[in-house]
């Protein structure tokens, strides 16, 4: 992903961080609205994610912020799970989510078809594997995904 020199310093910070409290970085974003930066964390547990998670994670981070003060200005600093439409953001998170339904947006059409929404089966070869519903199983080469977000389920 195209990440900013200040949005690569701070990932290495926040997973620096998170590793330590045994947290994954699922997302981080910098920007600035009005004149106020806003940092953006998504973060995630194989047991899940508390509110209190995020408020630790929160006061961790701020405090080496603070210190390091890589951010010019004043900012906000939001943490939070990644919530049930959570993001796949590499192969390992297809195959960690395998039986999971997924929506992938492809960078290219397949089949003249840029979106699927199928089950994940499995990661093979750099590829991942779904079962969609009405064409059976579909093949994508992770280097075509352009984004793939986990689909509610009920």
């Not at 992938?104 to 590829?127: C, H, P, S, Y």
Request: hydrophobic share 40%.
């Amino acid at each position: 992903m195209g990440e900013t020199p200040l949005e690569k310093k701070l990932m290495e910070l926040a997973e620096s961080i998170l590793r330590f409290e045994r947290f994954e970085l699922v997302e981080l974003s910098f920007g600035r609205g009005s004149g106020r930066g806003l940092l953006k964390l998504v973060i995630d547990r194989e047991d899940g994610v508390s509110v209190e998670d995020c408020a630790t994670i929160s006061r961790e981070l701020s405090a080496v912020l603070d210190v390091e003060d890589l951010i010019p200005g004043s900012y906000t600093l939001e943490v939070s799970s990644p919530g049930l439409d959570r993001p796949l953001m590499s192969l390992s998170d297809f195959l960690r989510f395998a039986g999971r339904l997924a929506k992938v947006t492809l960078e290219e059409a397949m089949d003249n078809q840029k979106v699927f929404i199928g089950r994940i089966m499995r990661v093979e070869d750099g590829n991942v594997i779904l079962d969609v519903a009405g064409k059976g199983t579909v093949t994508i080469p992770y280097q075509n995904v352009k984004k793939a977000r986990l689909e509610v389920e009920f």
